[in-house]
């Protein structure tokens, strides 16, 4: 339309692959549409328009360089002599009369006029070239047919064939490409076109052989086997060719360049004349390649009768051993079974791009056979494989790579794997990369990957923790501190190692484990998994060391959680980790009020709101406010937020479950104490009922008999005895005071004195 938008007939805007489909049908840029080919029939003829379309060519949309530009121009200028000299032979073997010197000869649509010379005639225009058809109908072809180079049907992959009993020494094998033919308009059609050696190398100069078109690499494909001998051939570049010729080859072809005119000779003259054109014509084109392009030389070297030989046949046996790096190359990608790439890499420990290779391979063969390595106990060489390559190619980052994440896929589940892992070194040398490349992200998520699986040894954390990986670790936290992967591995790594021994607690703390976790889920609010685990890690150091408490606090630890419950309010595993943490902080005096004031009781009632299915959560969450329920102030912060409905909901709602049902009973008594208005919303929300249910679902439980007759204690007061009476605490009070008398019975007497 007039706004250069492109719309198909129904009206629609056209997609720009469909756009591009229909300029090429109809022979036009691709890009701005201009017409460069023309349709003729089941073909596209190239244009060529000055300034605009260089043989089919947009030179608006793709303009040449100063050196394609004269390049180009010099092809199409020798394309449009070419086709002139054929178009003039065919006349003359077709005996049409001679052209004046002000006719011309009509060429080609969209090809220019080529003019005769007024001291030229037709016959003699040009007369040492001639097309391709009539070379092949001259009788000369036939003699032609011992040469040794035919011009293929496909331009890369020529094929060389040796005269019957000629030996393959005496092969010189000088091949003219379909591209340069196609120069001089010269094209192979079905039967092959083929010349003289001789002929072809008396010319001035060799012409270029094309590397792709005499071998392309040492195969098969590119050997001559003739009699007992074996030869290949080989190309080397920046070299001028040097082939010499040996005797036992003759033809009887001849060179004439001076051909005479006139139009009075007889038919059998002019046939014998256009054999003699034929041989000039290739003359000329073989003089022309090759002063054109003379720069490779081709060599005739000896091949071992060996039929194993790789340069002979390409057979794989993963059996024998790969000493050389290019053998293992070769041979790698062809294994399948993992034993044979670790053998490869063993056999080759000092060969980077075979370690790579070896380990790239091995990262998708290793997960599906791990376990039938284990059963076979191969494992021991996958592992000395791996950390042999580390070990050995320290300074190369990307064997580093490689191989750090070929060992992170290992599980380390099995006692096994650790004493291999420890026999070799392992945790130094993983250490030892994560410090040479601080930089490299996937390393270092390697590495806190494969540190986050052996941590669960206890032998493995305290080696970790007196070679320094505590402080390695939070280095890289900080330095990666906006990848989540790492920030995440780091985190388990951490809370895998505080479980494991319980003095890195300190060390974590001392070398600024706390304030490294701390920002990590402050940088990444929204990822589930770095705020789950942070967490966790948290709740591990709070765990019976008062010190890490306040320093959690003061690193804006408390905040972090409570950011996390917010902005991941489904995720129930995030919830657990959160009140947990939540409930050991809370212990510290000074943190509950942190807490409190900070929206940290809101969170947490609207978690067992939200997973109320969950007990494992509503016992988390009844502890958490079971502890911060010991400040006056927050115990009218639970009541106002309906913490105490929550509770009793939670009783009710799993009643089976006596951790709930202990830690309600305890948060339910809290609330009650030294405070009426409580006291009144427990009895309300039934909370009495819940009491006694969990009495009589639980009686062999000693915490939850001890938490409910402490509850009870709180709650008998003047205006709720009657209802504690017709619930039949009475007896269910007696019986847990004669269970339990340690813990019980003085609770229970004081009960019992007061309803009786």
């Given at each position: 339309?007039m706004?250069?938008?492109?719309?198909t007939?129904a009206?629609?805007?056209m997609?720009m692959?469909?756009?591009?489909?229909l300029?090429k049908?109809?022979?036009?840029?691709?890009t701005?549409g201009?017409?460069?080919h023309?349709?003729?029939m089941?073909?596209?003829?190239?244009?060529t328009?000055?300034?605009?379309?260089?043989?089919g060519r947009?030179?608006?949309c793709?303009?040449l360089d100063?050196?394609?530009?004269?390049?180009?121009?010099?092809?199409?200028?020798h394309?449009?002599?070419?086709?002139?000299r054929?178009?003039q032979?065919?006349?003359s073997v077709a005996?049409?009369?001679q052209?004046?010197n002000?006719?011309?000869i009509?060429?080609?649509r969209?090809?220019?006029?080529?003019?005769?010379?007024?001291?030229k005639?037709?016959?003699?225009?040009?007369?040492?070239?001639?097309?391709t058809?009539?070379l092949?109908?001259?009788k000369e072809?036939?003699?032609?047919?011992?040469?040794s180079i035919?011009?293929?049907?496909q331009r890369?992959?020529?094929e060389?064939t040796?005269?019957?009993?000629k030996?393959?020494?005496?092969?010189?094998?000088?091949?003219?490409s379909?591209?340069?033919?196609?120069r001089?308009?010269?094209t192979?059609?079905?039967?092959?076109?083929t010349?003289?050696?001789?002929?072809?190398l008396q010319?001035?100069?060799?012409?270029?052989?094309?590397r792709?078109?005499?071998?392309?690499r040492?195969?098969?494909?590119a050997?001559i086997?003739r009699g007992e001998?074996?030869?290949n051939?080989?190309?080397?570049?920046?070299?001028?060719?040097?082939i010499?010729?040996t005797?036992?080859y003759?033809d009887n072809?001849?060179r004439?360049s001076?051909?005479?005119t006139?139009?009075?000779q007889s038919?059998k003259?002019?046939?014998?004349?256009d054999?003699?054109?034929?041989?000039?014509?290739?003359?000329?084109?073989?003089?022309?390649?090759?002063?054109a392009?003379?720069q490779?030389?081709?060599?005739?070297?000896?091949?071992?009768?060996n039929?194993?030989?790789p340069?002979t046949?390409k057979?794989?046996n993963?059996?024998?051993?790969?000493?050389t790096k290019?053998?293992?190359?070769?041979?790698?990608?062809?294994?399948?079974n993992?034993?044979?790439?670790?053998?490869?890499?063993?056999?080759?420990?000092?060969?980077?791009l075979?370690?790579i290779?070896?380990?790239?391979?091995?990262?998708t063969q290793?997960?599906?056979?791990?376990?039938?390595m284990?059963?076979?106990?191969?494992?021991?060489?996958l592992?000395?494989?791996?950390l042999?390559?580390?070990?050995?190619?320290q300074?190369?980052?990307s064997?580093?790579?490689?191989?750090?994440?070929?060992?992170s896929?290992?599980p380390?589940?099995?006692?096994?794997?650790?004493?291999?892992?420890?026999?070799?070194?392992?945790?130094?040398?993983i250490?030892?990369?994560?410090?040479d490349?601080?930089e490299?992200?996937?390393l270092?998520?390697?590495?806190c990957t494969?540190?986050s699986?052996?941590?669960?040894f206890e032998?493995?954390?305290l080696?970790?923790?007196q070679?320094?990986?505590?402080?390695?670790?939070?280095?890289?936290?900080t330095?990666h501190?906006?990848?989540?992967v790492?920030?995440?591995?780091?985190?388990?790594?951490?809370f895998?190692?505080?479980?494991?021994?319980?003095?890195?607690?300190d060390?974590?703390?001392?070398?600024?484990?706390?304030?490294?976790?701390?920002?990590?889920?402050?940088m990444?609010p929204t990822?589930?998994?770095?705020?789950?685990?942070g967490c966790?890690?948290l709740r591990?150091l709070s765990a019976?060391?008062?010190?890490n408490?306040v320093?959690?606090?003061a690193?804006?630890g408390?905040?972090?959680i409570?950011?996390?419950m917010?902005?991941?309010?489904?995720?129930?595993n995030?919830?657990?980790?959160a009140?947990?943490?939540?409930?050991?902080?809370?212990?510290?005096?000074?943190?509950?009020?942190?807490?409190g004031?900070?929206?940290?009781?809101d969170?947490i009632?609207?978690?067992m709101?939200v997973?109320?299915?969950?007990a494992?959560?509503?016992e988390?969450?009844?502890?958490?406010?079971?502890?911060?329920?010991?400040?006056?102030?927050n115990?009218?912060?639970?009541?106002?937020?309906?913490?105490?409905?929550?509770?009793i909901?939670?009783?009710?709602?799993?009643?089976d479950?006596?951790g709930?049902?202990?830690?309600?009973?305890?948060?339910?008594?809290?609330?009650?104490a030294n405070?009426?208005?409580?006291?009144?919303?427990?009895?309300?929300?039934e909370?009495?009922?819940?009491?006694?249910?969990?009495?009589?679902?639980?009686?062999?439980?000693?915490?939850?008999q001890?938490?409910?007759?402490?509850?009870l204690?709180?709650?008998a007061c003047?205006?709720y005895l009657?209802?504690?009476?017709?619930?039949g605490v009475?007896?269910?009070?007696?019986l847990?005071?004669?269970k339990?008398p340690?813990?019980?019975?003085?609770?229970?007497?004081q009960?019992?004195?007061?309803?009786?």
């Amino acid at each position: 339309d007039m706004n250069g938008m492109n719309f198909t007939g129904a009206g629609t805007l056209m997609h720009m692959d469909d756009l591009i489909d229909l300029r090429k049908k109809k022979g036009q840029c691709v890009t701005c549409g201009r017409q460069t080919h023309i349709k003729k029939m089941f073909k596209m003829i190239p244009l060529t328009v000055s300034e605009e379309v260089l043989d089919g060519r947009c030179l608006l949309c793709n303009p040449l360089d100063s050196h394609n530009k004269k390049v180009s121009l010099a092809t199409a200028t020798h394309k449009l002599i070419a086709v002139s000299r054929a178009s003039q032979a065919f006349h003359s073997v077709a005996q049409e009369p001679q052209l004046t010197n002000k006719e011309s000869i009509p060429l080609q649509r969209h090809e220019p006029e080529t003019t005769v010379p007024k001291s030229k005639s037709s016959r003699t225009l040009f007369a040492n070239t001639v097309s391709t058809r009539q070379l092949m109908q001259s009788k000369e072809a036939s003699r032609m047919h011992r040469a040794s180079i035919a011009i293929p049907s496909q331009r890369h992959e020529p094929e060389t064939t040796v005269p019957e009993g000629k030996s393959s020494r005496t092969l010189f094998a000088n091949t003219v490409s379909t591209r340069q033919l196609s120069r001089f308009d010269v094209t192979p059609k079905d039967s092959d076109l083929t010349m003289s050696n001789r002929e072809f190398l008396q010319s001035n100069e060799a012409p270029r052989l094309n590397r792709a078109s005499v071998v392309s690499r040492l195969d098969s494909s590119a050997v001559i086997q003739r009699g007992e001998s074996n030869r290949n051939i080989n190309v080397d570049s920046n070299d001028d060719c040097n082939i010499n010729l040996t005797s036992g080859y003759s033809d009887n072809i001849t060179r004439e360049s001076d051909l005479t005119t006139g139009s009075s000779q007889s038919n059998k003259n002019r046939t014998e004349k256009d054999d003699r054109n034929a041989e000039s014509s290739l003359d000329e084109i073989a003089n022309a390649t090759g002063r054109a392009n003379k720069q490779y030389q081709l060599k005739i070297t000896e091949t071992p009768s060996n039929p194993d030989h790789p340069h002979t046949q390409k057979k794989v046996n993963d059996s024998q051993p790969h000493d050389t790096k290019q053998d293992a190359l070769t041979i790698l990608p062809c294994l399948s079974n993992p034993k044979d790439v670790i053998q490869v890499m063993l056999e080759n420990p000092h060969a980077s791009l075979v370690q790579i290779e070896a380990c790239r391979i091995l990262s998708t063969q290793v997960p599906p056979s791990y376990n039938a390595m284990l059963l076979c106990g191969e494992q021991e060489s996958l592992f000395r494989a791996i950390l042999d390559a580390i070990n050995h190619h320290q300074a190369d980052e990307s064997v580093q790579e490689m191989a750090h994440k070929l060992l992170s896929i290992i599980p380390f589940a099995q006692e096994e794997e650790i004493s291999s892992l420890e026999s070799y070194g392992g945790l130094n040398l993983i250490l030892t990369s994560m410090k040479d490349f601080p930089e490299n992200a996937k390393l270092q998520q390697y590495g806190c990957t494969t540190l986050s699986k052996i941590s669960l040894f206890e032998r493995i954390a305290l080696d970790f923790l007196q070679r320094g990986g505590i402080s390695v670790l939070v280095c890289e936290m900080t330095t990666h501190s906006l990848d989540a992967v790492i920030q995440e591995m780091a985190c388990r790594t951490l809370f895998n190692m505080c479980c494991s021994v319980d003095m890195i607690k300190d060390a974590v703390s001392a070398d600024g484990g706390v304030d490294s976790i701390c920002i990590a889920m402050a940088m990444h609010p929204t990822v589930v998994h770095v705020q789950e685990l942070g967490c966790r890690t948290l709740r591990v150091l709070s765990a019976n060391n008062e010190e890490n408490k306040v320093k959690i606090e003061a690193s804006g630890g408390i905040d972090a959680i409570i950011t996390a419950m917010q902005v991941h309010r489904g995720d129930a595993n995030l919830q657990k980790e959160a009140c947990w943490v939540l409930s050991n902080l809370a212990i510290n005096s000074n943190n509950k009020v942190v807490i409190g004031e900070s929206s940290g009781i809101d969170v947490i009632i609207n978690a067992m709101l939200v997973h109320q299915n969950d007990a494992e959560l509503q016992e988390l969450a009844c502890r958490t406010l079971w502890t911060l329920s010991v400040d006056p102030q927050n115990k009218e912060l639970i009541a106002q937020a309906f913490g105490i409905k929550r509770v009793i909901a939670a009783m009710q709602d799993h009643a089976d479950h006596a951790g709930v049902q202990e830690k309600g009973c305890g948060c339910l008594a809290n609330l009650a104490a030294n405070s009426e208005e409580n006291k009144r919303l427990v009895v309300e929300e039934e909370g009495i009922d819940a009491i006694v249910l969990a009495m009589v679902m639980h009686p062999e439980e000693r915490l939850v008999q001890e938490k409910a007759v402490n509850c009870l204690r709180k709650l008998a007061c003047e205006p709720y005895l009657d209802t504690l009476r017709a619930s039949g605490v009475v007896t269910l009070v007696e019986l847990a005071g004669e269970k339990f008398p340690s813990n019980c019975r003085l609770a229970a007497d004081q009960v019992l004195q007061l309803l009786l």
